[in-house]
């Protein structure tokens, strides 16, 4: 069975300290891992994926085999970070299964 | 380039009456995927089509059914509504991702089960 598991729905953290949203993940085979990001009023959209290993909007995202996990991370949160971000993982069909969400707020 | 559209936004509906929403693809691709979305259990797969065939599906009653057409076009369908069903249903398209593409999203249509 494919199972995402976000385990904080929400996070506040203030504007310039580092955040960490966590993304555990179970699959028997080899996943591709994503993160999603819903901004307020705005359609759900790619941030970033595992294979790409890049860093997008300061934010990036490693894939840890042995830990199961892809937690994502900002050295410098900013205002513009505040959104819904969701952890998806695509195992051998065309079904992404998407964790439950963090909600991130970051406070001036 | 036009993204996923999906219509209606937004829907009233009554128990035990049935719904049918839209969703049209960006040009090109042929793999559309619909997900539930509701606070409690975030987004819920609940089926994908490629040309006209359905190849994947979740755990959702019966009463959740949908189809592509020949220009990828897709509806789903909901018969005899609960309130349960009360969600914002998402469509996604992309070229396939297995092939390593990725899928945008559709604004959604915002269902409400009175």
């Known amino acids: 069975a494919q199972r995402v598991t976000q385990p904080e729905k929400l996070l506040s953290v203030f504007k310039g300290a580092p955040v960490e949203l966590k993304c555990n993940y179970s699959?028997?085979?080899?996943?591709?891992l994503f993160w999603y990001v819903q901004y307020s009023r705005q359609r759900l959209q790619l941030l970033l994926r595992?294979?790409s290993r890049e860093s997008i909007k300061g934010f990036t995202a490693d894939l840890n085999k042995g830990e199961t996990s892809f937690h994502l991370k900002k050295p410098f949160a900013q205002e513009e970070d505040s959104a819904m971000y969701y952890c998806?993982?695509?195992?051998?069909?065309?079904?992404?299964?998407f964790g439950k969400g963090t909600k991130l707020t970051v406070n001036p | 380039k036009a993204g996923v559209t999906q219509t209606p936004r937004y829907l009233i509906k009554t128990r035990g009456q049935q719904v049918t929403l839209s969703c049209s693809p960006i040009s090109g691709h042929r793999s559309v995927s619909w997900y539930q979305q509701t606070p409690g259990q975030g987004l819920q797969f609940l089926f994908e089509?490629?040309?006209?065939?359905?190849?994947n599906k979740g755990n959702f009653p019966g009463r959740f059914s949908g189809r592509q057409f020949s220009n990828s076009r897709s509806e789903m369908n909901v018969s005899t509504l609960e309130l349960g069903d009360s969600a914002l249903y998402l469509c996604a398209s992309s070229f396939g991702l297995q092939q390593g593409t990725e899928a945008f999203f559709g604004q959604g249509t915002r269902l409400t089960v009175v």
């Open positions: 595992h294979i």
């Open positions: 089509y490629f040309s006209e065939t359905q190849r």
């Open positions: 998806a993982l695509l195992g051998g069909s065309e079904k992404l299964v």
């Open positions: 699959y028997s085979g080899s996943p591709e």
